[in-house]
């Protein structure tokens, strides 16, 4: 069982927006600014997509944006596109006694 | 351009030991964070290791359940990455990604990853 929590699965039509949520605890997605997302494509090597909640890493696209409240954190994708169709994975900071990164168990995002 | 490479991963039986090694391009490992990340077959992503820069000490920390059966280490004259794994078990089979951490406790490179198999 993963530390954060992820819907399974998630979709959306070309050109429209999804946003994906990651729940967590006060000790991790909810104590500190550190959320981060990751897109993984079917036999890749996950990428980093957002981090620091809210950053995009250079040459991701502008139509990934990400956001907190609270214990929950959130991915949108905006403009949907065929090439988005991936998994998406959250990871939070989680203090360095146990764990330094927690995840998510992953969203399969369907572009329909 | 960073680059990673892991090898060493192939079929081990329980309780045997494995070593993995990731080589860098594009960036020096004495100077940068290090981790390892891995994925069980059709799961999602698990932190394992991490190695602070040689400036910072080298510190280094593991996730409390793989405590005690790991070794993560460097060495900065070949800029290559090593987790030894030890006494493996099959909930240890998994993809294990070599990754270099950017501030705030992200992981902006990894490598292809290298699998590891363990079989009774």
């Known amino acids: 069982q993963s530390a954060l929590t992820q819907p399974p699965s998630a979709s959306g039509s070309p050109g429209q927006s999804v946003t994906i949520s990651c729940t967590g605890t006060?000790?991790?997605?909810?104590?500190?600014?550190?959320v981060s997302w990751y897109q993984q494509h079917p036999g890749r090597a996950p990428k980093l997509m957002i981090y620091d909640v809210t950053k995009r890493p250079s040459g991701v696209p502008d139509r990934f944006s990400g956001s907190k409240s609270g214990n929950t954190a959130s991915l949108t994708v905006s403009g949907l596109q065929a090439e988005d169709e991936a998994d998406y994975y959250c990871?939070?900071?989680?203090?360095?006694?146990?764990?330094?990164?927690?995840f998510g168990g992953g969203t399969r995002l369907t572009v329909l | 351009e960073v680059q990673l490479v892991e090898s060493g991963g192939g079929l081990v039986k329980t309780g045997g030991s494995l070593r993995l090694s990731c080589v860098g391009s594009?960036?020096?490992?004495?100077?940068?964070?290090m981790s390892w990340v891995r994925q069980a077959p059709g799961k999602g992503l698990e932190w394992v290791a991490r190695?602070?820069?040689?400036?910072?000490?080298?510190?280094?920390n593991y996730a409390a359940p793989l405590e005690g059966r790991l070794t993560i280490s460097r060495d900065d004259s070949k800029n290559t990455l090593y987790l030894q794994m030890d006494s493996l078990k099959t909930e240890d089979t998994a993809i294990y990604y070599c990754?270099?951490?950017?501030?705030?406790?992200?992981?902006?490179?990894w490598g292809q990853g290298t699998l590891v198999t363990v079989s009774s």
């Open positions: 594009g960036v020096t490992f004495r100077d940068t964070w």
């Open positions: 006060s000790s991790d997605v909810g104590g500190y600014n550190f």
């Open positions: 990754t270099k951490y950017r501030s705030g406790w992200s992981f902006e490179s």
């Open positions: 190695i602070n820069s040689r400036p910072e000490g080298g510190t280094t």
């Open positions: 990871g939070s900071y989680a203090g360095t006694n146990n764990f330094d990164v927690v």
